[in-house]
């Protein structure tokens, strides 16, 4: 490992660890600077979630860029969104407008217990136990009565069942199309590249500052088909379409998406458990900073004539991280030079992409494209994502 590397590795842990603490205690972070205006309880049209997606949004210093022209579905649907890392915590509600209920698995409650329990008053996610679904019927039913349940718009789910940071999608899982197909509920397809550089748990980096670049297909409605068949295989194809689209688009000059308030009609019961648990939230937050700085002081306090040195080293070592891990990152590129992609477009022509017999594309043709006009340059010094 070369030192570059080295250095690399061992300063992406202050950047990295300090995501997490933004990410853990995102709600202090969002309504004690007034992003989340959780004293409002007047106002019935609101968007919560949408507000605590533009303060992470500030926070992490993303800017999100739109690949093509086609605009977020508004009514009454499910999204189908790329799943990469954590990152899309930050970034999926952001480009959903707040609209969204995110079908979640339960020990993402158990690691992110402050967020989550806000987000479930909310009425934003909705929390399963994951493994085999016996009744799913069953299962079914008791989406229906969550999602009449919220103000939210429409339910989010990532249809590919795992995060993966690849340059190919993972085979979508066709469970909650049969649901969007026996609800008649509309559905789009949300791609978006490059999450992964804002944060990634597989490789413990986090970074400040990333660009994302994202697009909307046409929405889908299931009346149309015949079968649910036709009807997977026409989401299919769109996936893959709008996949290799984005994937295979590179950042610049590219307009940035702004989304808006989406101002939906919020019950006072939400609105005054909204308020009730990020109150407490916050005053949980508070006085665990308090303590724990009290705490920092006495050990520092007991290092003696050490104290001074060891917080100028550690100055120094949180600073040089936050200033390497707020550098841009293109994780789309670094992921196809980490690939067999890379290899095989600087020494051949890309085949084109075909559509096999059961209309499943082949999704990492777009991409040779783009890891070809990349594999000249030079490398992440990390070689990572």
């Avoid at 969204?100 to 934003?124: D, G, N, Y």
């Avoid at 070592?317 to 891990?325: D, G, H, I």
């Avoid at 075909?354 to 070689?383: H, M, W, Y």
Wanted: aromatic share 12%.
């Amino acid at each position: 490992m070369s030192l570059q590397r080295t250095l690399d590795s061992a300063l992406r842990w202050p950047a990295f660890l300090l995501s997490l603490f933004i990410l853990f205690w995102s709600v202090p972070f969002c309504s004690l600077t007034y992003y989340i205006r959780f004293l409002d309880l007047k106002t019935e049209r609101r968007g919560d979630v949408f507000s605590w997606a533009v303060g992470m949004k500030r926070w992490f210093g993303i800017k999100i860029l739109k690949v093509g022209d086609r605009e977020l579905f508004r009514k009454d649907c499910m999204y189908l969104i790329n799943h990469r890392s954590w990152g899309d915590f930050l970034v999926d509600q952001y480009l959903t407008e707040g609209r969204s209920t995110f079908l979640a698995r339960a020990m993402v409650a158990v690691a992110f217990p402050f967020f989550m329990t806000v987000i479930m008053v909310m009425k934003a996610t909705m929390v399963f136990k994951r493994g085999n679904i016996p009744d799913k019927e069953k299962f079914n039913r008791w989406i229906d009565s969550e999602f009449a349940a919220t103000p939210q718009t429409a339910i989010a789910v990532y249809p590919e069942g795992h995060r993966s940071t690849m340059t190919d999608s993972l085979p979508l899982k066709r469970g909650m199309l049969h649901y969007a197909y026996s609800r008649k509920l509309p559905v789009q397809v949300i791609i978006a590249a490059n999450k992964e550089a804002v944060l990634s748990e597989k490789h413990s980096t986090a970074r400040f500052g990333q660009t994302i670049w994202a697009g909307y297909s046409e929405p889908m409605f299931p009346e149309k088909y015949e079968t649910f068949d036709k009807f997977m295989d026409k989401v299919q194809a769109t996936w893959n379409e709008e996949w290799n689209t984005v994937f295979g688009t590179k950042p610049e000059g590219l307009r940035e998406l702004v989304c808006e308030d989406p101002k939906l009609l919020t019950p006072l019961h939400v609105r005054r458990g909204v308020s009730t648990i990020i109150a407490v939230v916050d005053i949980c937050f508070l006085a665990i900073m308090y303590y724990s700085l009290r705490m920092a002081r006495r050990v520092s306090a007991a290092l003696g004539p050490l104290e001074a040195p060891l917080l100028a080293l550690l100055a120094v070592y949180v600073t040089a991280s936050l200033v390497r891990y707020s550098r841009p990152y293109d994780g789309v590129a670094a992921s196809a030079r980490k690939g067999k992609l890379a290899q095989a477009s600087a020494t051949q022509a890309p085949p084109a992409p075909k559509l096999a017999a059961s209309g499943v594309a082949d999704v990492s043709a777009a991409t040779i494209n783009r890891a070809a006009s990349l594999a000249a340059e030079p490398g992440d010094p990390q070689g990572r994502q």
